[in-house]
């Protein structure tokens, strides 16, 4: 059974600060990793996607990915109250199916 | 504009009795999924499709069936609903280019299952 893990939470950050949340996964084979947001009630929406060891920058939002580790971690920069939402890490094992996590759900504080 | 589509939203129904979800995208996605999401248990895939009259089972099928008869539609049929169907559905889809490209995900159906 293919297995991606995350800290349920709740996170909770001060406005401003840098929110980091973590991702394990057990499938060597893994390929690529994805990080979802969803808020309360709607569906979820792709905030980033990394398939290469390193950092991937997009805006306030940081990928790292290390498959040595099976680790992949989101960090957000300058929180908002507008970033309190679920986060979903998911991974794509054999490019057929989306394993996700059970999502840490992160809290800004104004 | 790009969306998928679920259809109903909500539903609440009676155990047993036969229902579908319909689901369309209008992106000319190849690859097209259902997953429902519970309290405590995230998003688990029911089956997916690669392509037309291309469908594989997920992780949690059992009770659930699917066709994949047009690229645009992938409907979710459940034969006889049970009240441990009761859960948040999202139908997703995406381009597949080697690998799983961004998944867009439709509204959600809310399934009550009395």
């Known amino acids: 059974q293919k297995e991606v893990e995350q800290n349920s939470g709740p996170l909770s950050v001060p406005e401003g600060a840098i929110a980091s949340l973590n991702c394990t996964y057990s499938?060597?084979?893994?390929?690529?990793f994805f990080w979802y947001r969803q808020y309360s009630g709607k569906s979820p929406e792709l905030i980033m996607f990394i398939y290469s060891n390193g950092d991937k920058e997009d805006g306030r939002f940081t990928a790292q990915l290390n498959k040595a580790s099976q680790y992949v971690s989101l960090l957000i920069r300058d929180s908002q109250p507008s970033d309190s939402a679920t986060y979903l890490c998911a991974v794509d094992n054999a490019g057929n199916m989306l394993t996700f996590g059970g999502g840490t759900r992160l809290m800004v504080k104004p | 504009e790009a969306q998928v589509t679920q259809n109903p939203r909500y539903l609440i129904t009676v155990t047993g009795k036969k229902l579908t979800v319909t689901c369309s995208q209008n992106?000319?996605?190849?690859?097209m999924s259902w997953y429902r999401q519970d309290p405590g248990l995230g998003l688990r895939q029911i089956y997916y499709?690669?392509?037309?009259?291309?469908?594989d089972k997920g992780d949690v099928p059992e009770g659930y069936k699917v066709s994949r008869k047009e690229k645009r539609n992938f409907p979710l049929i459940l034969e006889s609903p049970s009240p441990n169907q009761t859960s948040l559905y999202f139908c997703?889809?995406?381009?597949?280019?080697?690998?799983?490209?961004?998944?867009?995900f439709g509204p959600g159906t809310r399934l009550t299952v009395t």
């Open positions: 992106m000319n996605h190849e690859y």
């Open positions: 499709s690669m392509n037309v009259e291309v469908t």
């Open positions: 499938d060597r084979g893994s390929q690529s």
């Open positions: 997703a889809s995406s381009f597949v280019s080697g690998s799983l490209s961004e998944q867009y």
